[in-house]
């Protein structure tokens, strides 16, 4: 089986542009997450997704956001983008919900100018 | 809120030796425990999982230890070879049973010295 796969790989935005990352999950896995990585924070959720609906989502602004497709796919966005949105953003899928055995794509390297 | 923490940031060992890294964790309502491995440049691989109705777990030359009393988790990797050099990070589901999704440590930094 092929692992999740996220694209692009990198990235590179100015402040107040919006961005958007996408994620194929594990072929049969129903459930998104996604999680933001930084040096000083470490693994942060985002938000999970379980069958095109958004089952959670973490303690970030509404500038986050993302979607889930009907073959299980999902992109997020970010708009406004700022300094501190500078990060790895992880994608992570699952057969079941409730962030048991999650696998990780390689991510999306963002770097905001 | 409640997070998951490790000891050390680093932890030095040589090739062939035993390593143990340890994590504590303060919500005792989490059920459901992973660590994960992390190389430069990968995502999180998924080495090992456990939930709280166990106290150890084992995988290929891997052990889980669940200590409930003292909410410690530890990872021990047998006959510690060039290629277990990465960050791990010990991870738990929360008193949401995962609806926060999960809370991840700092992570450990695994030096293997020749």
């Known amino acids: 089986k092929a692992g999740v796969t996220q694209t692009p790989r990198y990235l590179i935005k100015t402040r107040g542009q919006q961005v958007t990352l996408s994620c194929s999950p594990i072929s049969g896995h129903r459930s998104v997450s996604w999680y933001q990585q930084t040096p000083g924070q470490g693994l942060q959720f985002l938000f999970e997704y379980f069958s095109e609906t958004q089952r959670n989502k973490g303690n970030f602004p509404g500038r986050f956001s993302g979607r889930q497709f009907s073959n299980s796919r999902s992109e997020m966005n970010v708009s406004t983008l700022e300094l501190g949105d500078s990060a790895l953003y992880l994608c992570?899928?699952?057969?079941?919900?409730?962030?048991?055995?999650?696998?990780f794509g390689s991510g999306t390297q963002l770097s905001v100018l | 809120g409640e997070s998951v923490g490790l000891h050390l940031p680093t932890l030095s060992v040589q090739e062939g030796d035993n390593s143990i890294i340890n994590c504590a964790y303060s919500?005792?309502?989490?059920?459901?425990f992973i660590w994960y491995k992390q190389e430069s440049g990968k995502g999180p691989q998924f080495i090992i999982d456990i939930r709280s109705n166990m106290d150890k777990r084992q995988g290929q030359r891997v052990t889980v230890l669940l200590n409930k009393t003292v909410k410690h988790l530890s990872l021990q990797i047998a006959a510690t070879q060039p290629g277990d050099s990465a960050v791990y990070f010990c991870?738990?589901?929360?008193?949401?049973?995962?609806?926060?999704?999960?809370?991840f440590g700092k992570g450990t930094h695994l030096i293997i010295q020749p």
């Open positions: 991870a738990e589901n929360g008193s949401g049973g995962g609806a926060d999704g999960l809370t």
């Open positions: 992570a899928s699952s057969e079941g919900t409730g962030g048991e055995k999650l696998f």
């Open positions: 919500n005792s309502a989490s059920d459901y």
